[in-house]
């Protein structure tokens, strides 16, 4: 059928701008930038290849000074089927690199290792979210925000769109103070945000003030 347009996802549009916001960054940390990634198996491009080896590949061909080095994975794992709190960390076999579990049963479990991310100069997060405070992707990148504050780690999220839109807000709004992992701030059960303005709203109202940038959806 006739379409009236495309939608370009932030890691499409990253490509198209042959990665100028790592770039940037890459200049900023004195031409060197190693870098994290915050992924599962959702994040992938229009022509279906992962964030991972976008970066691995094409970002390190583009940009000299950039090394993929730590990925990390959400509740559900890298691959989204593990059903667990218990989510050992493993590596990944394309690449070779390590992937860092964020979600357990513990507080300490789901919240970046700060030694690691002392390590990196930047943190790329995509994951598809689904458009509800509930949701954990959120809170993940929440907690991302609060240990990039304390390392000056860049956060930089690549955008998706809400899948359930962003034409309606609805439900109750959260109770302020009652923070969780299913509800970091306040927000109404439908937020009609994207993850990206999730996490501007976080560390701006949340005074979280992480070094993030947002590259949007097109």
């Known amino acids: 059928p006739a379409r009236n347009g495309?939608?370009?996802t932030g890691i499409d549009v990253l490509e198209q701008e042959n990665f100028a916001p790592l770039a940037a960054l890459e200049k900023k940390h004195g031409g060197?930038?190693?870098?994290?990634?915050?992924?599962n198996y959702t994040a992938v491009d229009s022509q279906g290849r992962r964030d991972i080896d976008v970066l691995y590949h094409d970002a390190e061909a583009k940009v000299p000074g950039l090394k993929l080095t730590t990925i990390f994975s959400p509740e559900g794992g890298i691959s989204g089927m593990m059903d667990t709190t218990h989510i050992p960390n493993s590596t990944d076999p394309a690449t070779g690199l390590p992937i860092i579990s964020l979600y357990g049963a513990t507080s300490a479990q789901r919240h970046p290792p700060i030694a690691k991310l002392r390590h990196l100069d930047a943190v790329v997060v995509d994951l598809r979210d689904v458009g509800v405070r509930f949701f954990t992707y959120e809170t993940a990148v929440a907690y991302l925000l609060q240990a990039a504050a304390h390392t000056g780690t860049d956060i930089v999220i690549l955008d998706r769109p809400d899948p359930i839109t962003g034409s309606f807000v609805q439900g109750p709004v959260s109770d302020p103070g009652s923070s969780s992992y299913v509800g970091?701030?306040?927000?109404?059960?439908?937020h009609g945000m994207t993850l990206g303005e999730v996490a501007r709203y976080f560390n701006g109202v949340g005074h979280i003030n992480a070094p993030l940038t947002v590259v949007p959806v097109k």
């Open 184 to 190: 970091f701030m306040p927000l109404p059960a439908r």
């Open 6 to 8: 495309k939608v370009e």
């Open 32 to 39: 060197k930038l190693r870098v994290g990634i915050l992924t």
